[in-house]
């Protein structure tokens, strides 16, 4: 009977584990796509003519990130 409830708790934690992967990797994705509009706005306000510190502001990041955005580091 301890193996059988062994065998179930493994299927549980590997769906569990399985789930949570799959989770995740969508959150890491959204991520990725989100960061990528964002650096596309903040270099389109640059070439406008907007200061890399107040694109920092608007955007509410810090100017490294803006400099990333911009290909300078």
Request: charged share 30%.
């Amino acid at each position: 009977m301890l193996l059988a409830h062994d065998h179930r708790m493994e299927r549980v934690m590997t769906t569990d584990l399985r789930r949570a992967g799959k989770t995740f990797s969508a959150a890491r994705d959204k991520q990725q796509q989100a960061a990528a509009r964002l650096h596309e706005a903040i270099r389109l306000a640059v070439m406008e003519g907007m200061s890399e510190s107040e694109a920092a502001r608007v955007a509410g990041v810090d100017r490294m990130t803006v400099r990333r955005a911009l290909g300078k580091l």
